[in-house]
């Protein structure tokens, strides 16, 4: 089963307005972690947001948080405002933390442009 | 400033040939990765290293290699048992064991000639 598994190839988003990348996960470890990672034209790939299992509130940086929804294990990255520079590509992440091996698993991403 | 670095930028290799990318941390990092992108997809993982002097294999190993010598450095070669290198490849580095944030380097982008 995919341990990472994120549904939209593709989404528009006019400039300002939010926008939800969608991520939902497969894990029995009751200690993971959750990222979002932004990945521009350039290939770098950019850490933005963090969420552990047993956190209780949602992450929040800044323009971007994150809707953890546990009981579904869903991991959504909400972008709010918009801007030309959030086009890109945006992986979500886990990485579990009892049986570790130290692996991430990633999902194949999801491309965002923003319109003007 | 921290950071990783990924040397070169662009890789050319020739058929039979056997290349190397370099990638330097000094973030103190104990953990170390590699990882394989095709163009349009996701990240795939070719080799970790948890501690120097250790690694193990992940997904898509055939045709690479690695070691870890020092902390800081973990550097991948392309052998040519490797047919189908052109890729994009990402060396990332996190803190060690548990739920560590992973950081990633520029990338290097390899073509075969």
């Known amino acids: 089963a995919q341990k990472i598994t994120q549904t939209q190839p593709g989404m528009f988003v006019q400039e300002k307005e939010a926008v939800t990348l969608d991520c939902t996960y497969d894990t029995s470890d009751p200690s993971y972690g959750l990222f979002w990672y932004k990945q521009p034209s350039s290939g770098e790939m950019i850490f933005l947001i963090y969420?552990?299992?047993?956190?209780?509130q949602n992450a929040t940086e800044g323009r971007y948080s994150l809707n953890f929804q546990k009981a579904r294990k869903s991991a959504n990255l909400v972008i709010s405002a918009s801007q030309l520079g959030d086009s890109a590509m945006y992986f979500c992440?886990?990485?579990?933390?009892?049986?570790?091996?130290?692996?991430?698993?990633f999902g194949t991403g999801t491309s965002l442009t923003v319109i003007p | 400033d921290g950071g990783i670095t990924q040397s070169p930028k662009y890789l050319f290799r020739k058929e039979g040939q056997n290349v190397t990318l370099s990638c330097e941390q000094n973030l103190n990092h104990d953990a170390m990765y590699w990882y394989r992108q095709d163009p349009g997809q996701g990240l795939r993982l070719i080799y970790y290293s948890q501690i120097v002097n250790d690694f193990q294999k992940g997904d898509i190993a055939e045709g690479y290699s690695v070691s870890r010598e020092k902390k800081e450095s973990f550097p991948l070669t392309v052998t040519s048992a490797q047919k189908n290198p052109t890729a994009f490849y990402l060396c990332?580095?996190?803190?060690?064991?548990?739920?560590?944030?992973?950081?990633f380097g520029p990338g290097t982008r390899l073509l075969v000639l």
């Open positions: 990332a580095s996190s803190k060690g064991t548990g739920v560590q944030t992973q950081y």
């Open positions: 992440a886990m990485r579990e933390g009892v049986n570790t091996g130290n692996q991430f698993y």
């Open positions: 969420q552990g299992s047993y956190d209780q």
